[in-house]
T-cell receptor, first 110, second 114 residues
């Protein structure tokens, strides 16, 4: 399973767009990129997953460049309720398990 | 659907005691997982199961045991509790290997060993 590197923390203000970048230089051909969100005192929640180019859902967008060695989670117009830890994970589509790193702690200020 | 449920929510154990953390899911998921999360850290996989009767070790299995007799239940057993096992424990499930990236987590059990 490829190792991921992401910033320890980020600060933002309400209404801004937040981009969290994850580095995964050793990503394998069959690896997918998955992002989870964890609020305090709760279990993580799946946000989005992608393989290449761009994926968008009602919560976020995921941008993956052609070399797939990094990915960027984009949160449009964040609110206070987006304050959470965001985890980037890389693994095969049919993997038995996921490896969580320490994540990026996003703090949104009013 | 209740999703993934865990009991108890909180527990304090004395060193050397044993206990079982309960986990159940009603989504007919084949895959189930146990993680622990220490303060300010990410999640570490303890054990996982790909179906009833099948379990396998994760990153940090020492001091724990699991069993999977039914699709719905995946209890985690702590034998001889130690202070190092103070943590928040999360159970999760996913449909199968093709969707193992999308795991559904329970609310967690906060365990303190003193």
């Amino acid at each position: 399973l490829a190792k991921t590197t992401q910033p320890i923390s980020m600060d933002s203000y309400e209404g801004q767009e937040v981009n969290i970048t994850c580095s995964h230089n050793n990503i394998a051909t069959n690896d997918y990129i998955t992002w989870y969100q964890q609020f305090p005192s709760q279990g993580p929640r799946f946000i989005i997953q992608g393989y290449k180019t761009k994926v968008t859902n009602e919560v976020a967008s995921l941008f993956i460049p052609a070399d797939r060695k990094s990915s960027t989670l984009s949160l449009p117009r964040v609110s206070l309720s987006d304050t959470a830890v965001y985890y980037c994970l890389v693994g095969g589509h049919n993997t038995d398990k996921l490896i969580f790193g320490t994540g990026t702690r996003l703090q949104v200020f009013p | 659907n209740a999703g993934v449920t865990q009991t108890p929510k909180f527990r304090i154990l004395k060193i050397g005691q044993s206990m079982t953390l309960q986990c159940a899911q009603d989504m007919n998921h084949n895959y189930m997982y146990w993680y622990r999360q220490d303060p300010g850290m990410g999640l570490k996989l303890i054990y996982y199961s790909v179906g009833a009767g099948i379990t396998d070790k994760g990153e940090v299995p020492n001091g724990y045991n699991v069993s999977r007799s039914t699709t719905e239940d995946f209890p985690l057993r702590l034998e001889l509790a130690a202070p190092s096992q103070t943590s928040v424990y999360f159970c999760a499930s996913s449909y199968d290997a093709s969707r193992s990236y999308e795991q559904y987590f329970g609310p967690g059990t906060r365990l303190t060993v003193t």
